[in-house]
């Protein structure tokens, strides 16, 4: 069973940074990544990692990574330069099969998720 467990929230001041942990029980996974739910806005995809390659949403690349700590089954998201709107529950998420190219933001196609970790900026 993969299992998920996010950690690094916290309250910061616009412009600061964070580091954001999830813990992933086994490396059985094809594709994982992280997700925001922002106040009264829907889940978003912001970072994922698949076959290798990171991708990232539009309004944060720039700004955020992504990366992959194999050995210690980690997934790390560096939020830098955060600003108000950054504002949300961050998510990990992860499924054991591929997600075409086109989809890797959208929410519904994944299946396993951690209870996420509140990130909150101060303009």
């Known amino acids: 069973q993969l299992q998920l467990v996010e950690s690094g929230g916290g309250s910061v001041q616009s412009g600061k940074s964070l580091k954001l942990t999830c813990d992933v029980s086994?490396?059985?996974?094809?594709?994982i990544g992280w997700f925001r739910q922002a106040p009264g806005k829907e889940r978003e995809g912001l970072s994922v990692?698949?076959?290798?390659?990171?991708y990232y949403e539009n309004s944060v690349e720039g700004r955020f990574t992504i990366y992959r700590d194999n050995p210690n089954n980690l997934i790390y998201l560096y939020l830098n330069d955060l600003k108000a709107e950054d504002t949300g529950v961050y998510y990990c998420?992860?499924?054991?099969?591929?997600?075409?190219?086109?989809?890797?933001?959208?929410?519904?196609?994944?299946?396993?998720w951690g209870q996420g970790t509140q990130v909150t900026v101060a303009a």
């Open positions: 990692i698949q076959d290798g390659r990171p």
């Open positions: 998420a992860a499924d054991l099969t591929p997600i075409p190219r086109r989809n890797i933001f959208n929410p519904g196609e994944y299946h396993y």
């Open positions: 086994t490396q059985n996974y094809h594709i």
